[in-house]
RNA sequence: CGGGGCAUGGCGCAGUCUGGUAGCGCAUCUGCUUUGGGAGCAGAGGGUCGGCGGUUCGAAUCCGUCUGCCCCGACCA
């Protein structure tokens, strides 16, 4: 591609909307621009990145024996209906009527599609097993989208989904997947981990996630060096069995605390560690207007363990202010469990304290020197916290690590959730009808662009892997208006490198060097050679890799044999 | 949805407190010079100051209202 004819626009001052360095760079370097909120644009540029991380998963899907189809992003209700996730599904789904007042919406995911699909194009066990994938335009309505792409409410997400016959089949084919997904990642050149994860709404039995490590993820991942275990945080169980606490050594205490609502102003104020202070969180009950959950003041309460909680409702809802004080008598800021009339479960954790602190139940009042069963009867004991770093592992081995990562593929076997509600059967060898178990495996293919930048930066700009940069290669000659010779190498050696197979971006613009070489850095081209008048006719030509700090000089004649040996299989 | 902030040319910002006919840097266009790390000089174009209403002789500036966006939290494949 000649530069000429390619309107590059990029920035040197930072967009005011980025926060993190994948959407500033994003930005800069005129991948994307921002149409509304979590609505974006891919810009030519941005385009060729998104194309080869999908010619890359399509290649991987079709060796794994998947078939691709594309499903409309638009989806009648009725088949959301079916499956019970119209009403499950929450504001997230956006939902619209046609000019006849036919009820829509767009398609976050595609699980009720494709079971039509299979319902109706599947009818005996001798075609299973099947999986129809697809690289489709997804829709979100999320509360807050950031982060541009790597958050945005609308997405390109690749689908896949499998038939199976029965379970059996169905972890070969989950199996499969985790390969290819394996492979896909691997070629993407991403530094990535594979962890246990929450189905969450998608439903199903078991789920692992694949994240790009990252500083700016937003998840957590715990994982132990020791004995190989990794999960998303919110999945990891925390045993509950032991429960020890040391002997009270001070009196339980009634002192003022003007003012003084938060654990870390409570922590501040008497100079007591966080993990020292009880954490009464007040949530909506099933049946009661309010359960009360006590954790330890350093610990996150953890939604997917408290959901399972008897009596706790669902989805989890934190009481409000006033619906508070509705329930305990006390405004929010110095409830706690002493002669609570509601229900109250205690973590682990916290039900190992002794001598804590702890809201008494009174404006500006804490108690202080608080003892389970001494001064107040203990709870029942869950695990309903988040782990965090120095946990013991589940797997045994040890104490986890909590390192932060990007979610960027995630793979469930579903079962028979969407077959059941949806009656999608085959006959099987006897003509028994049965449901098919099912697999589904996603990945996040707009979110990988940006996870690709947050895991390779520098001050520059953008470091792309060989295998995704919009160009392998960019050409830059040094005053080609001026010199003839630099002209005519500059055009045959592009021609050279194009014929040789090699995404070229040749910098034909009459601009000086300084402005050439920051904008290839920010843009992040891998490679990059220089044709100056005078190393021309020495037969040589300068490289330097986007990569490395310093250039080498090397033979004209052997540039794309240096290039191809340069880059990565 | 709760809390906080912002809205002035394509991007980054000043001007708002104290009302008086809109400015700076980058980018764009023209010319000349320059050409190995985002050049210099001279000139030019581009803005209903987010929308609507009000106060005033006069509103980017004061008041009201609406909208959009960003951040934190809640929430979330």
Redesign the pocket.
């Known amino acids: 591609m000649r530069l000429t004819d390619f309107p590059l ?12 360095i994948s ?1 500033q760079l994003m930005l ?2 005129g991948l994307i621009r ?1 149409l ?4 974006y644009n891919w810009l030519p540029l941005g385009l060729r990145v998104l194309q080869k991380v999908e010619a890359i998963i399509r290649d991987e899907m079709n060796r794994a024996g998947a078939l691709e189809v594309v499903m409309p992003v638009v989806q009648p209700a009725e088949l959301w209906q079916e499956s019970g996730r119209w009403e499950e599904y ?1 504001p ?1 789904l956006l939902r619209l009527k046609d000019r006849h007042d036919r009820a829509f919406c767009l398609g ?2 595609h699980e009720e599609v494709i079971t039509d699909i299979a319902r109706n194009e599947l009818s005996s066990y001798r075609q299973l097993p099947v999986n129809y994938y697809q690289i489709q335009t ?1 829709f ?1 309505d ?6 541009g792409v790597m ?1 945005a409410r609308e ?1 390109v ?1 690749k689908d896949a989904y499998s038939f199976h016959l029965d379970q059996e089949s169905l972890l070969e084919g989950y199996a499969a997947m985790r390969a290819a997904y394996d492979n896909i990642f691997r070629r993407l050149q991403l530094d990535f981990r594979i962890v246990q ?6 439903g199903g039995n078991r789920s692992e ?1 694949f994240h790009v490590l990252a500083e700016s993820g ?2 957590a991942i715990a994982y132990c060096e020791a004995d190989g275990y990794s999960a998303n945080v919110e999945t990891v169980a925390i045993d509950t069995d032991d429960v020890s606490r040391a002997e009270p050594t001070a009196d339980l205490e009634l002192i003022d605390t003007p003012n003084v609502r938060t654990i870390d102003e409570l922590s501040k104020f008497l100079d007591v560690p966080a993990g020292h202070c009880l954490k009464t969180l007040l949530v909506a009950g099933e049946q009661a207007p309010a359960v009360a959950l006590l954790l330890c003041g350093h610990h ?2 953890n ?1 997917i363990k408290t959901e399972a909680l008897p009596g706790v409702a669902r ?4 009481l409000r202010g006033a619906e508070v004080e509705a329930a305990t008598g006390c405004e929010p800021g110095f409830v706690g469990p002493k002669d609570l009339d509601v229900p109250l479960f205690v973590d682990a954790a916290a039900a190992s304290l002794s001598d804590f602190v702890c809201g008494a139940n009174a404006p500006d009042k804490h108690y202080r020197g608080a003892n389970w069963e001494r001064d107040l009867p203990l709870p029942d004991v869950v695990d309903m916290r988040n782990a965090v770093a120095g946990d013991p592992s589940p797997a045994g081995g040890g104490r986890l690590e909590i390192a932060r990562g990007i ?4 793979i469930f076997q579903l079962g028979s959730k969407y077959s059941e509600a949806m009656e999608a059967r085959v006959l099987d060898k006897d003509g028994k009808a049965c449901e098919m178990q099912m697999g589904c495996y ?3 293919v ?2 990988v662009v940006a996870a690709a930048i947050e895991q390779n930066n520098d001050e ?2 953008i470091l792309w892997p060989d295998a995704i940069a919009p160009f392998d290669v960019v050409l830059i000659p ?2 080609l ?2 010199s003839y010779r630099v002209r005519e190498a500059a055009d045959s050696l592009y021609a050279e490198l194009q014929q040789a197979g090699l995404d070229t971006l040749y910098d034909d613009r ?6 050439k ?6 843009i992040g081209i891998p490679h ?1 050679l ?3 008048e ?2 021309w006719d020495n037969g040589q030509i ?1 490289y ?1 890799s986007r990569r490395e700090a310093d ?1 080498e000089m090397i033979s004209v004649d052997g540039v794309v044999d240096f290039l191809s040996k340069r880059r990565m299989p």
């Open positions: 626009r990029t920035f040197k001052e930072v967009p005011s909307e980025a926060e993190v959407h800069r370097a921002r509304a909120s979590g609505l929450g997230e976050p995911t997804k979100r999320e509360i807050r989208p950031r982060f958050r997405f997400m994860a929450d189905p969450g709404a998608i996630e937003e998840d996150e309460l939604r989805p989890l809802r934190m979610e960027v593929g995630h996603g990945i996040g707009t979110r520059r700009g040094i005053n208006d001026k009459n601009q000086r060097p300084g402005v070489f920051a904008e290839a850095d920010l990059r220089v044709i100056a005078k190393s300068e330097k250039a």
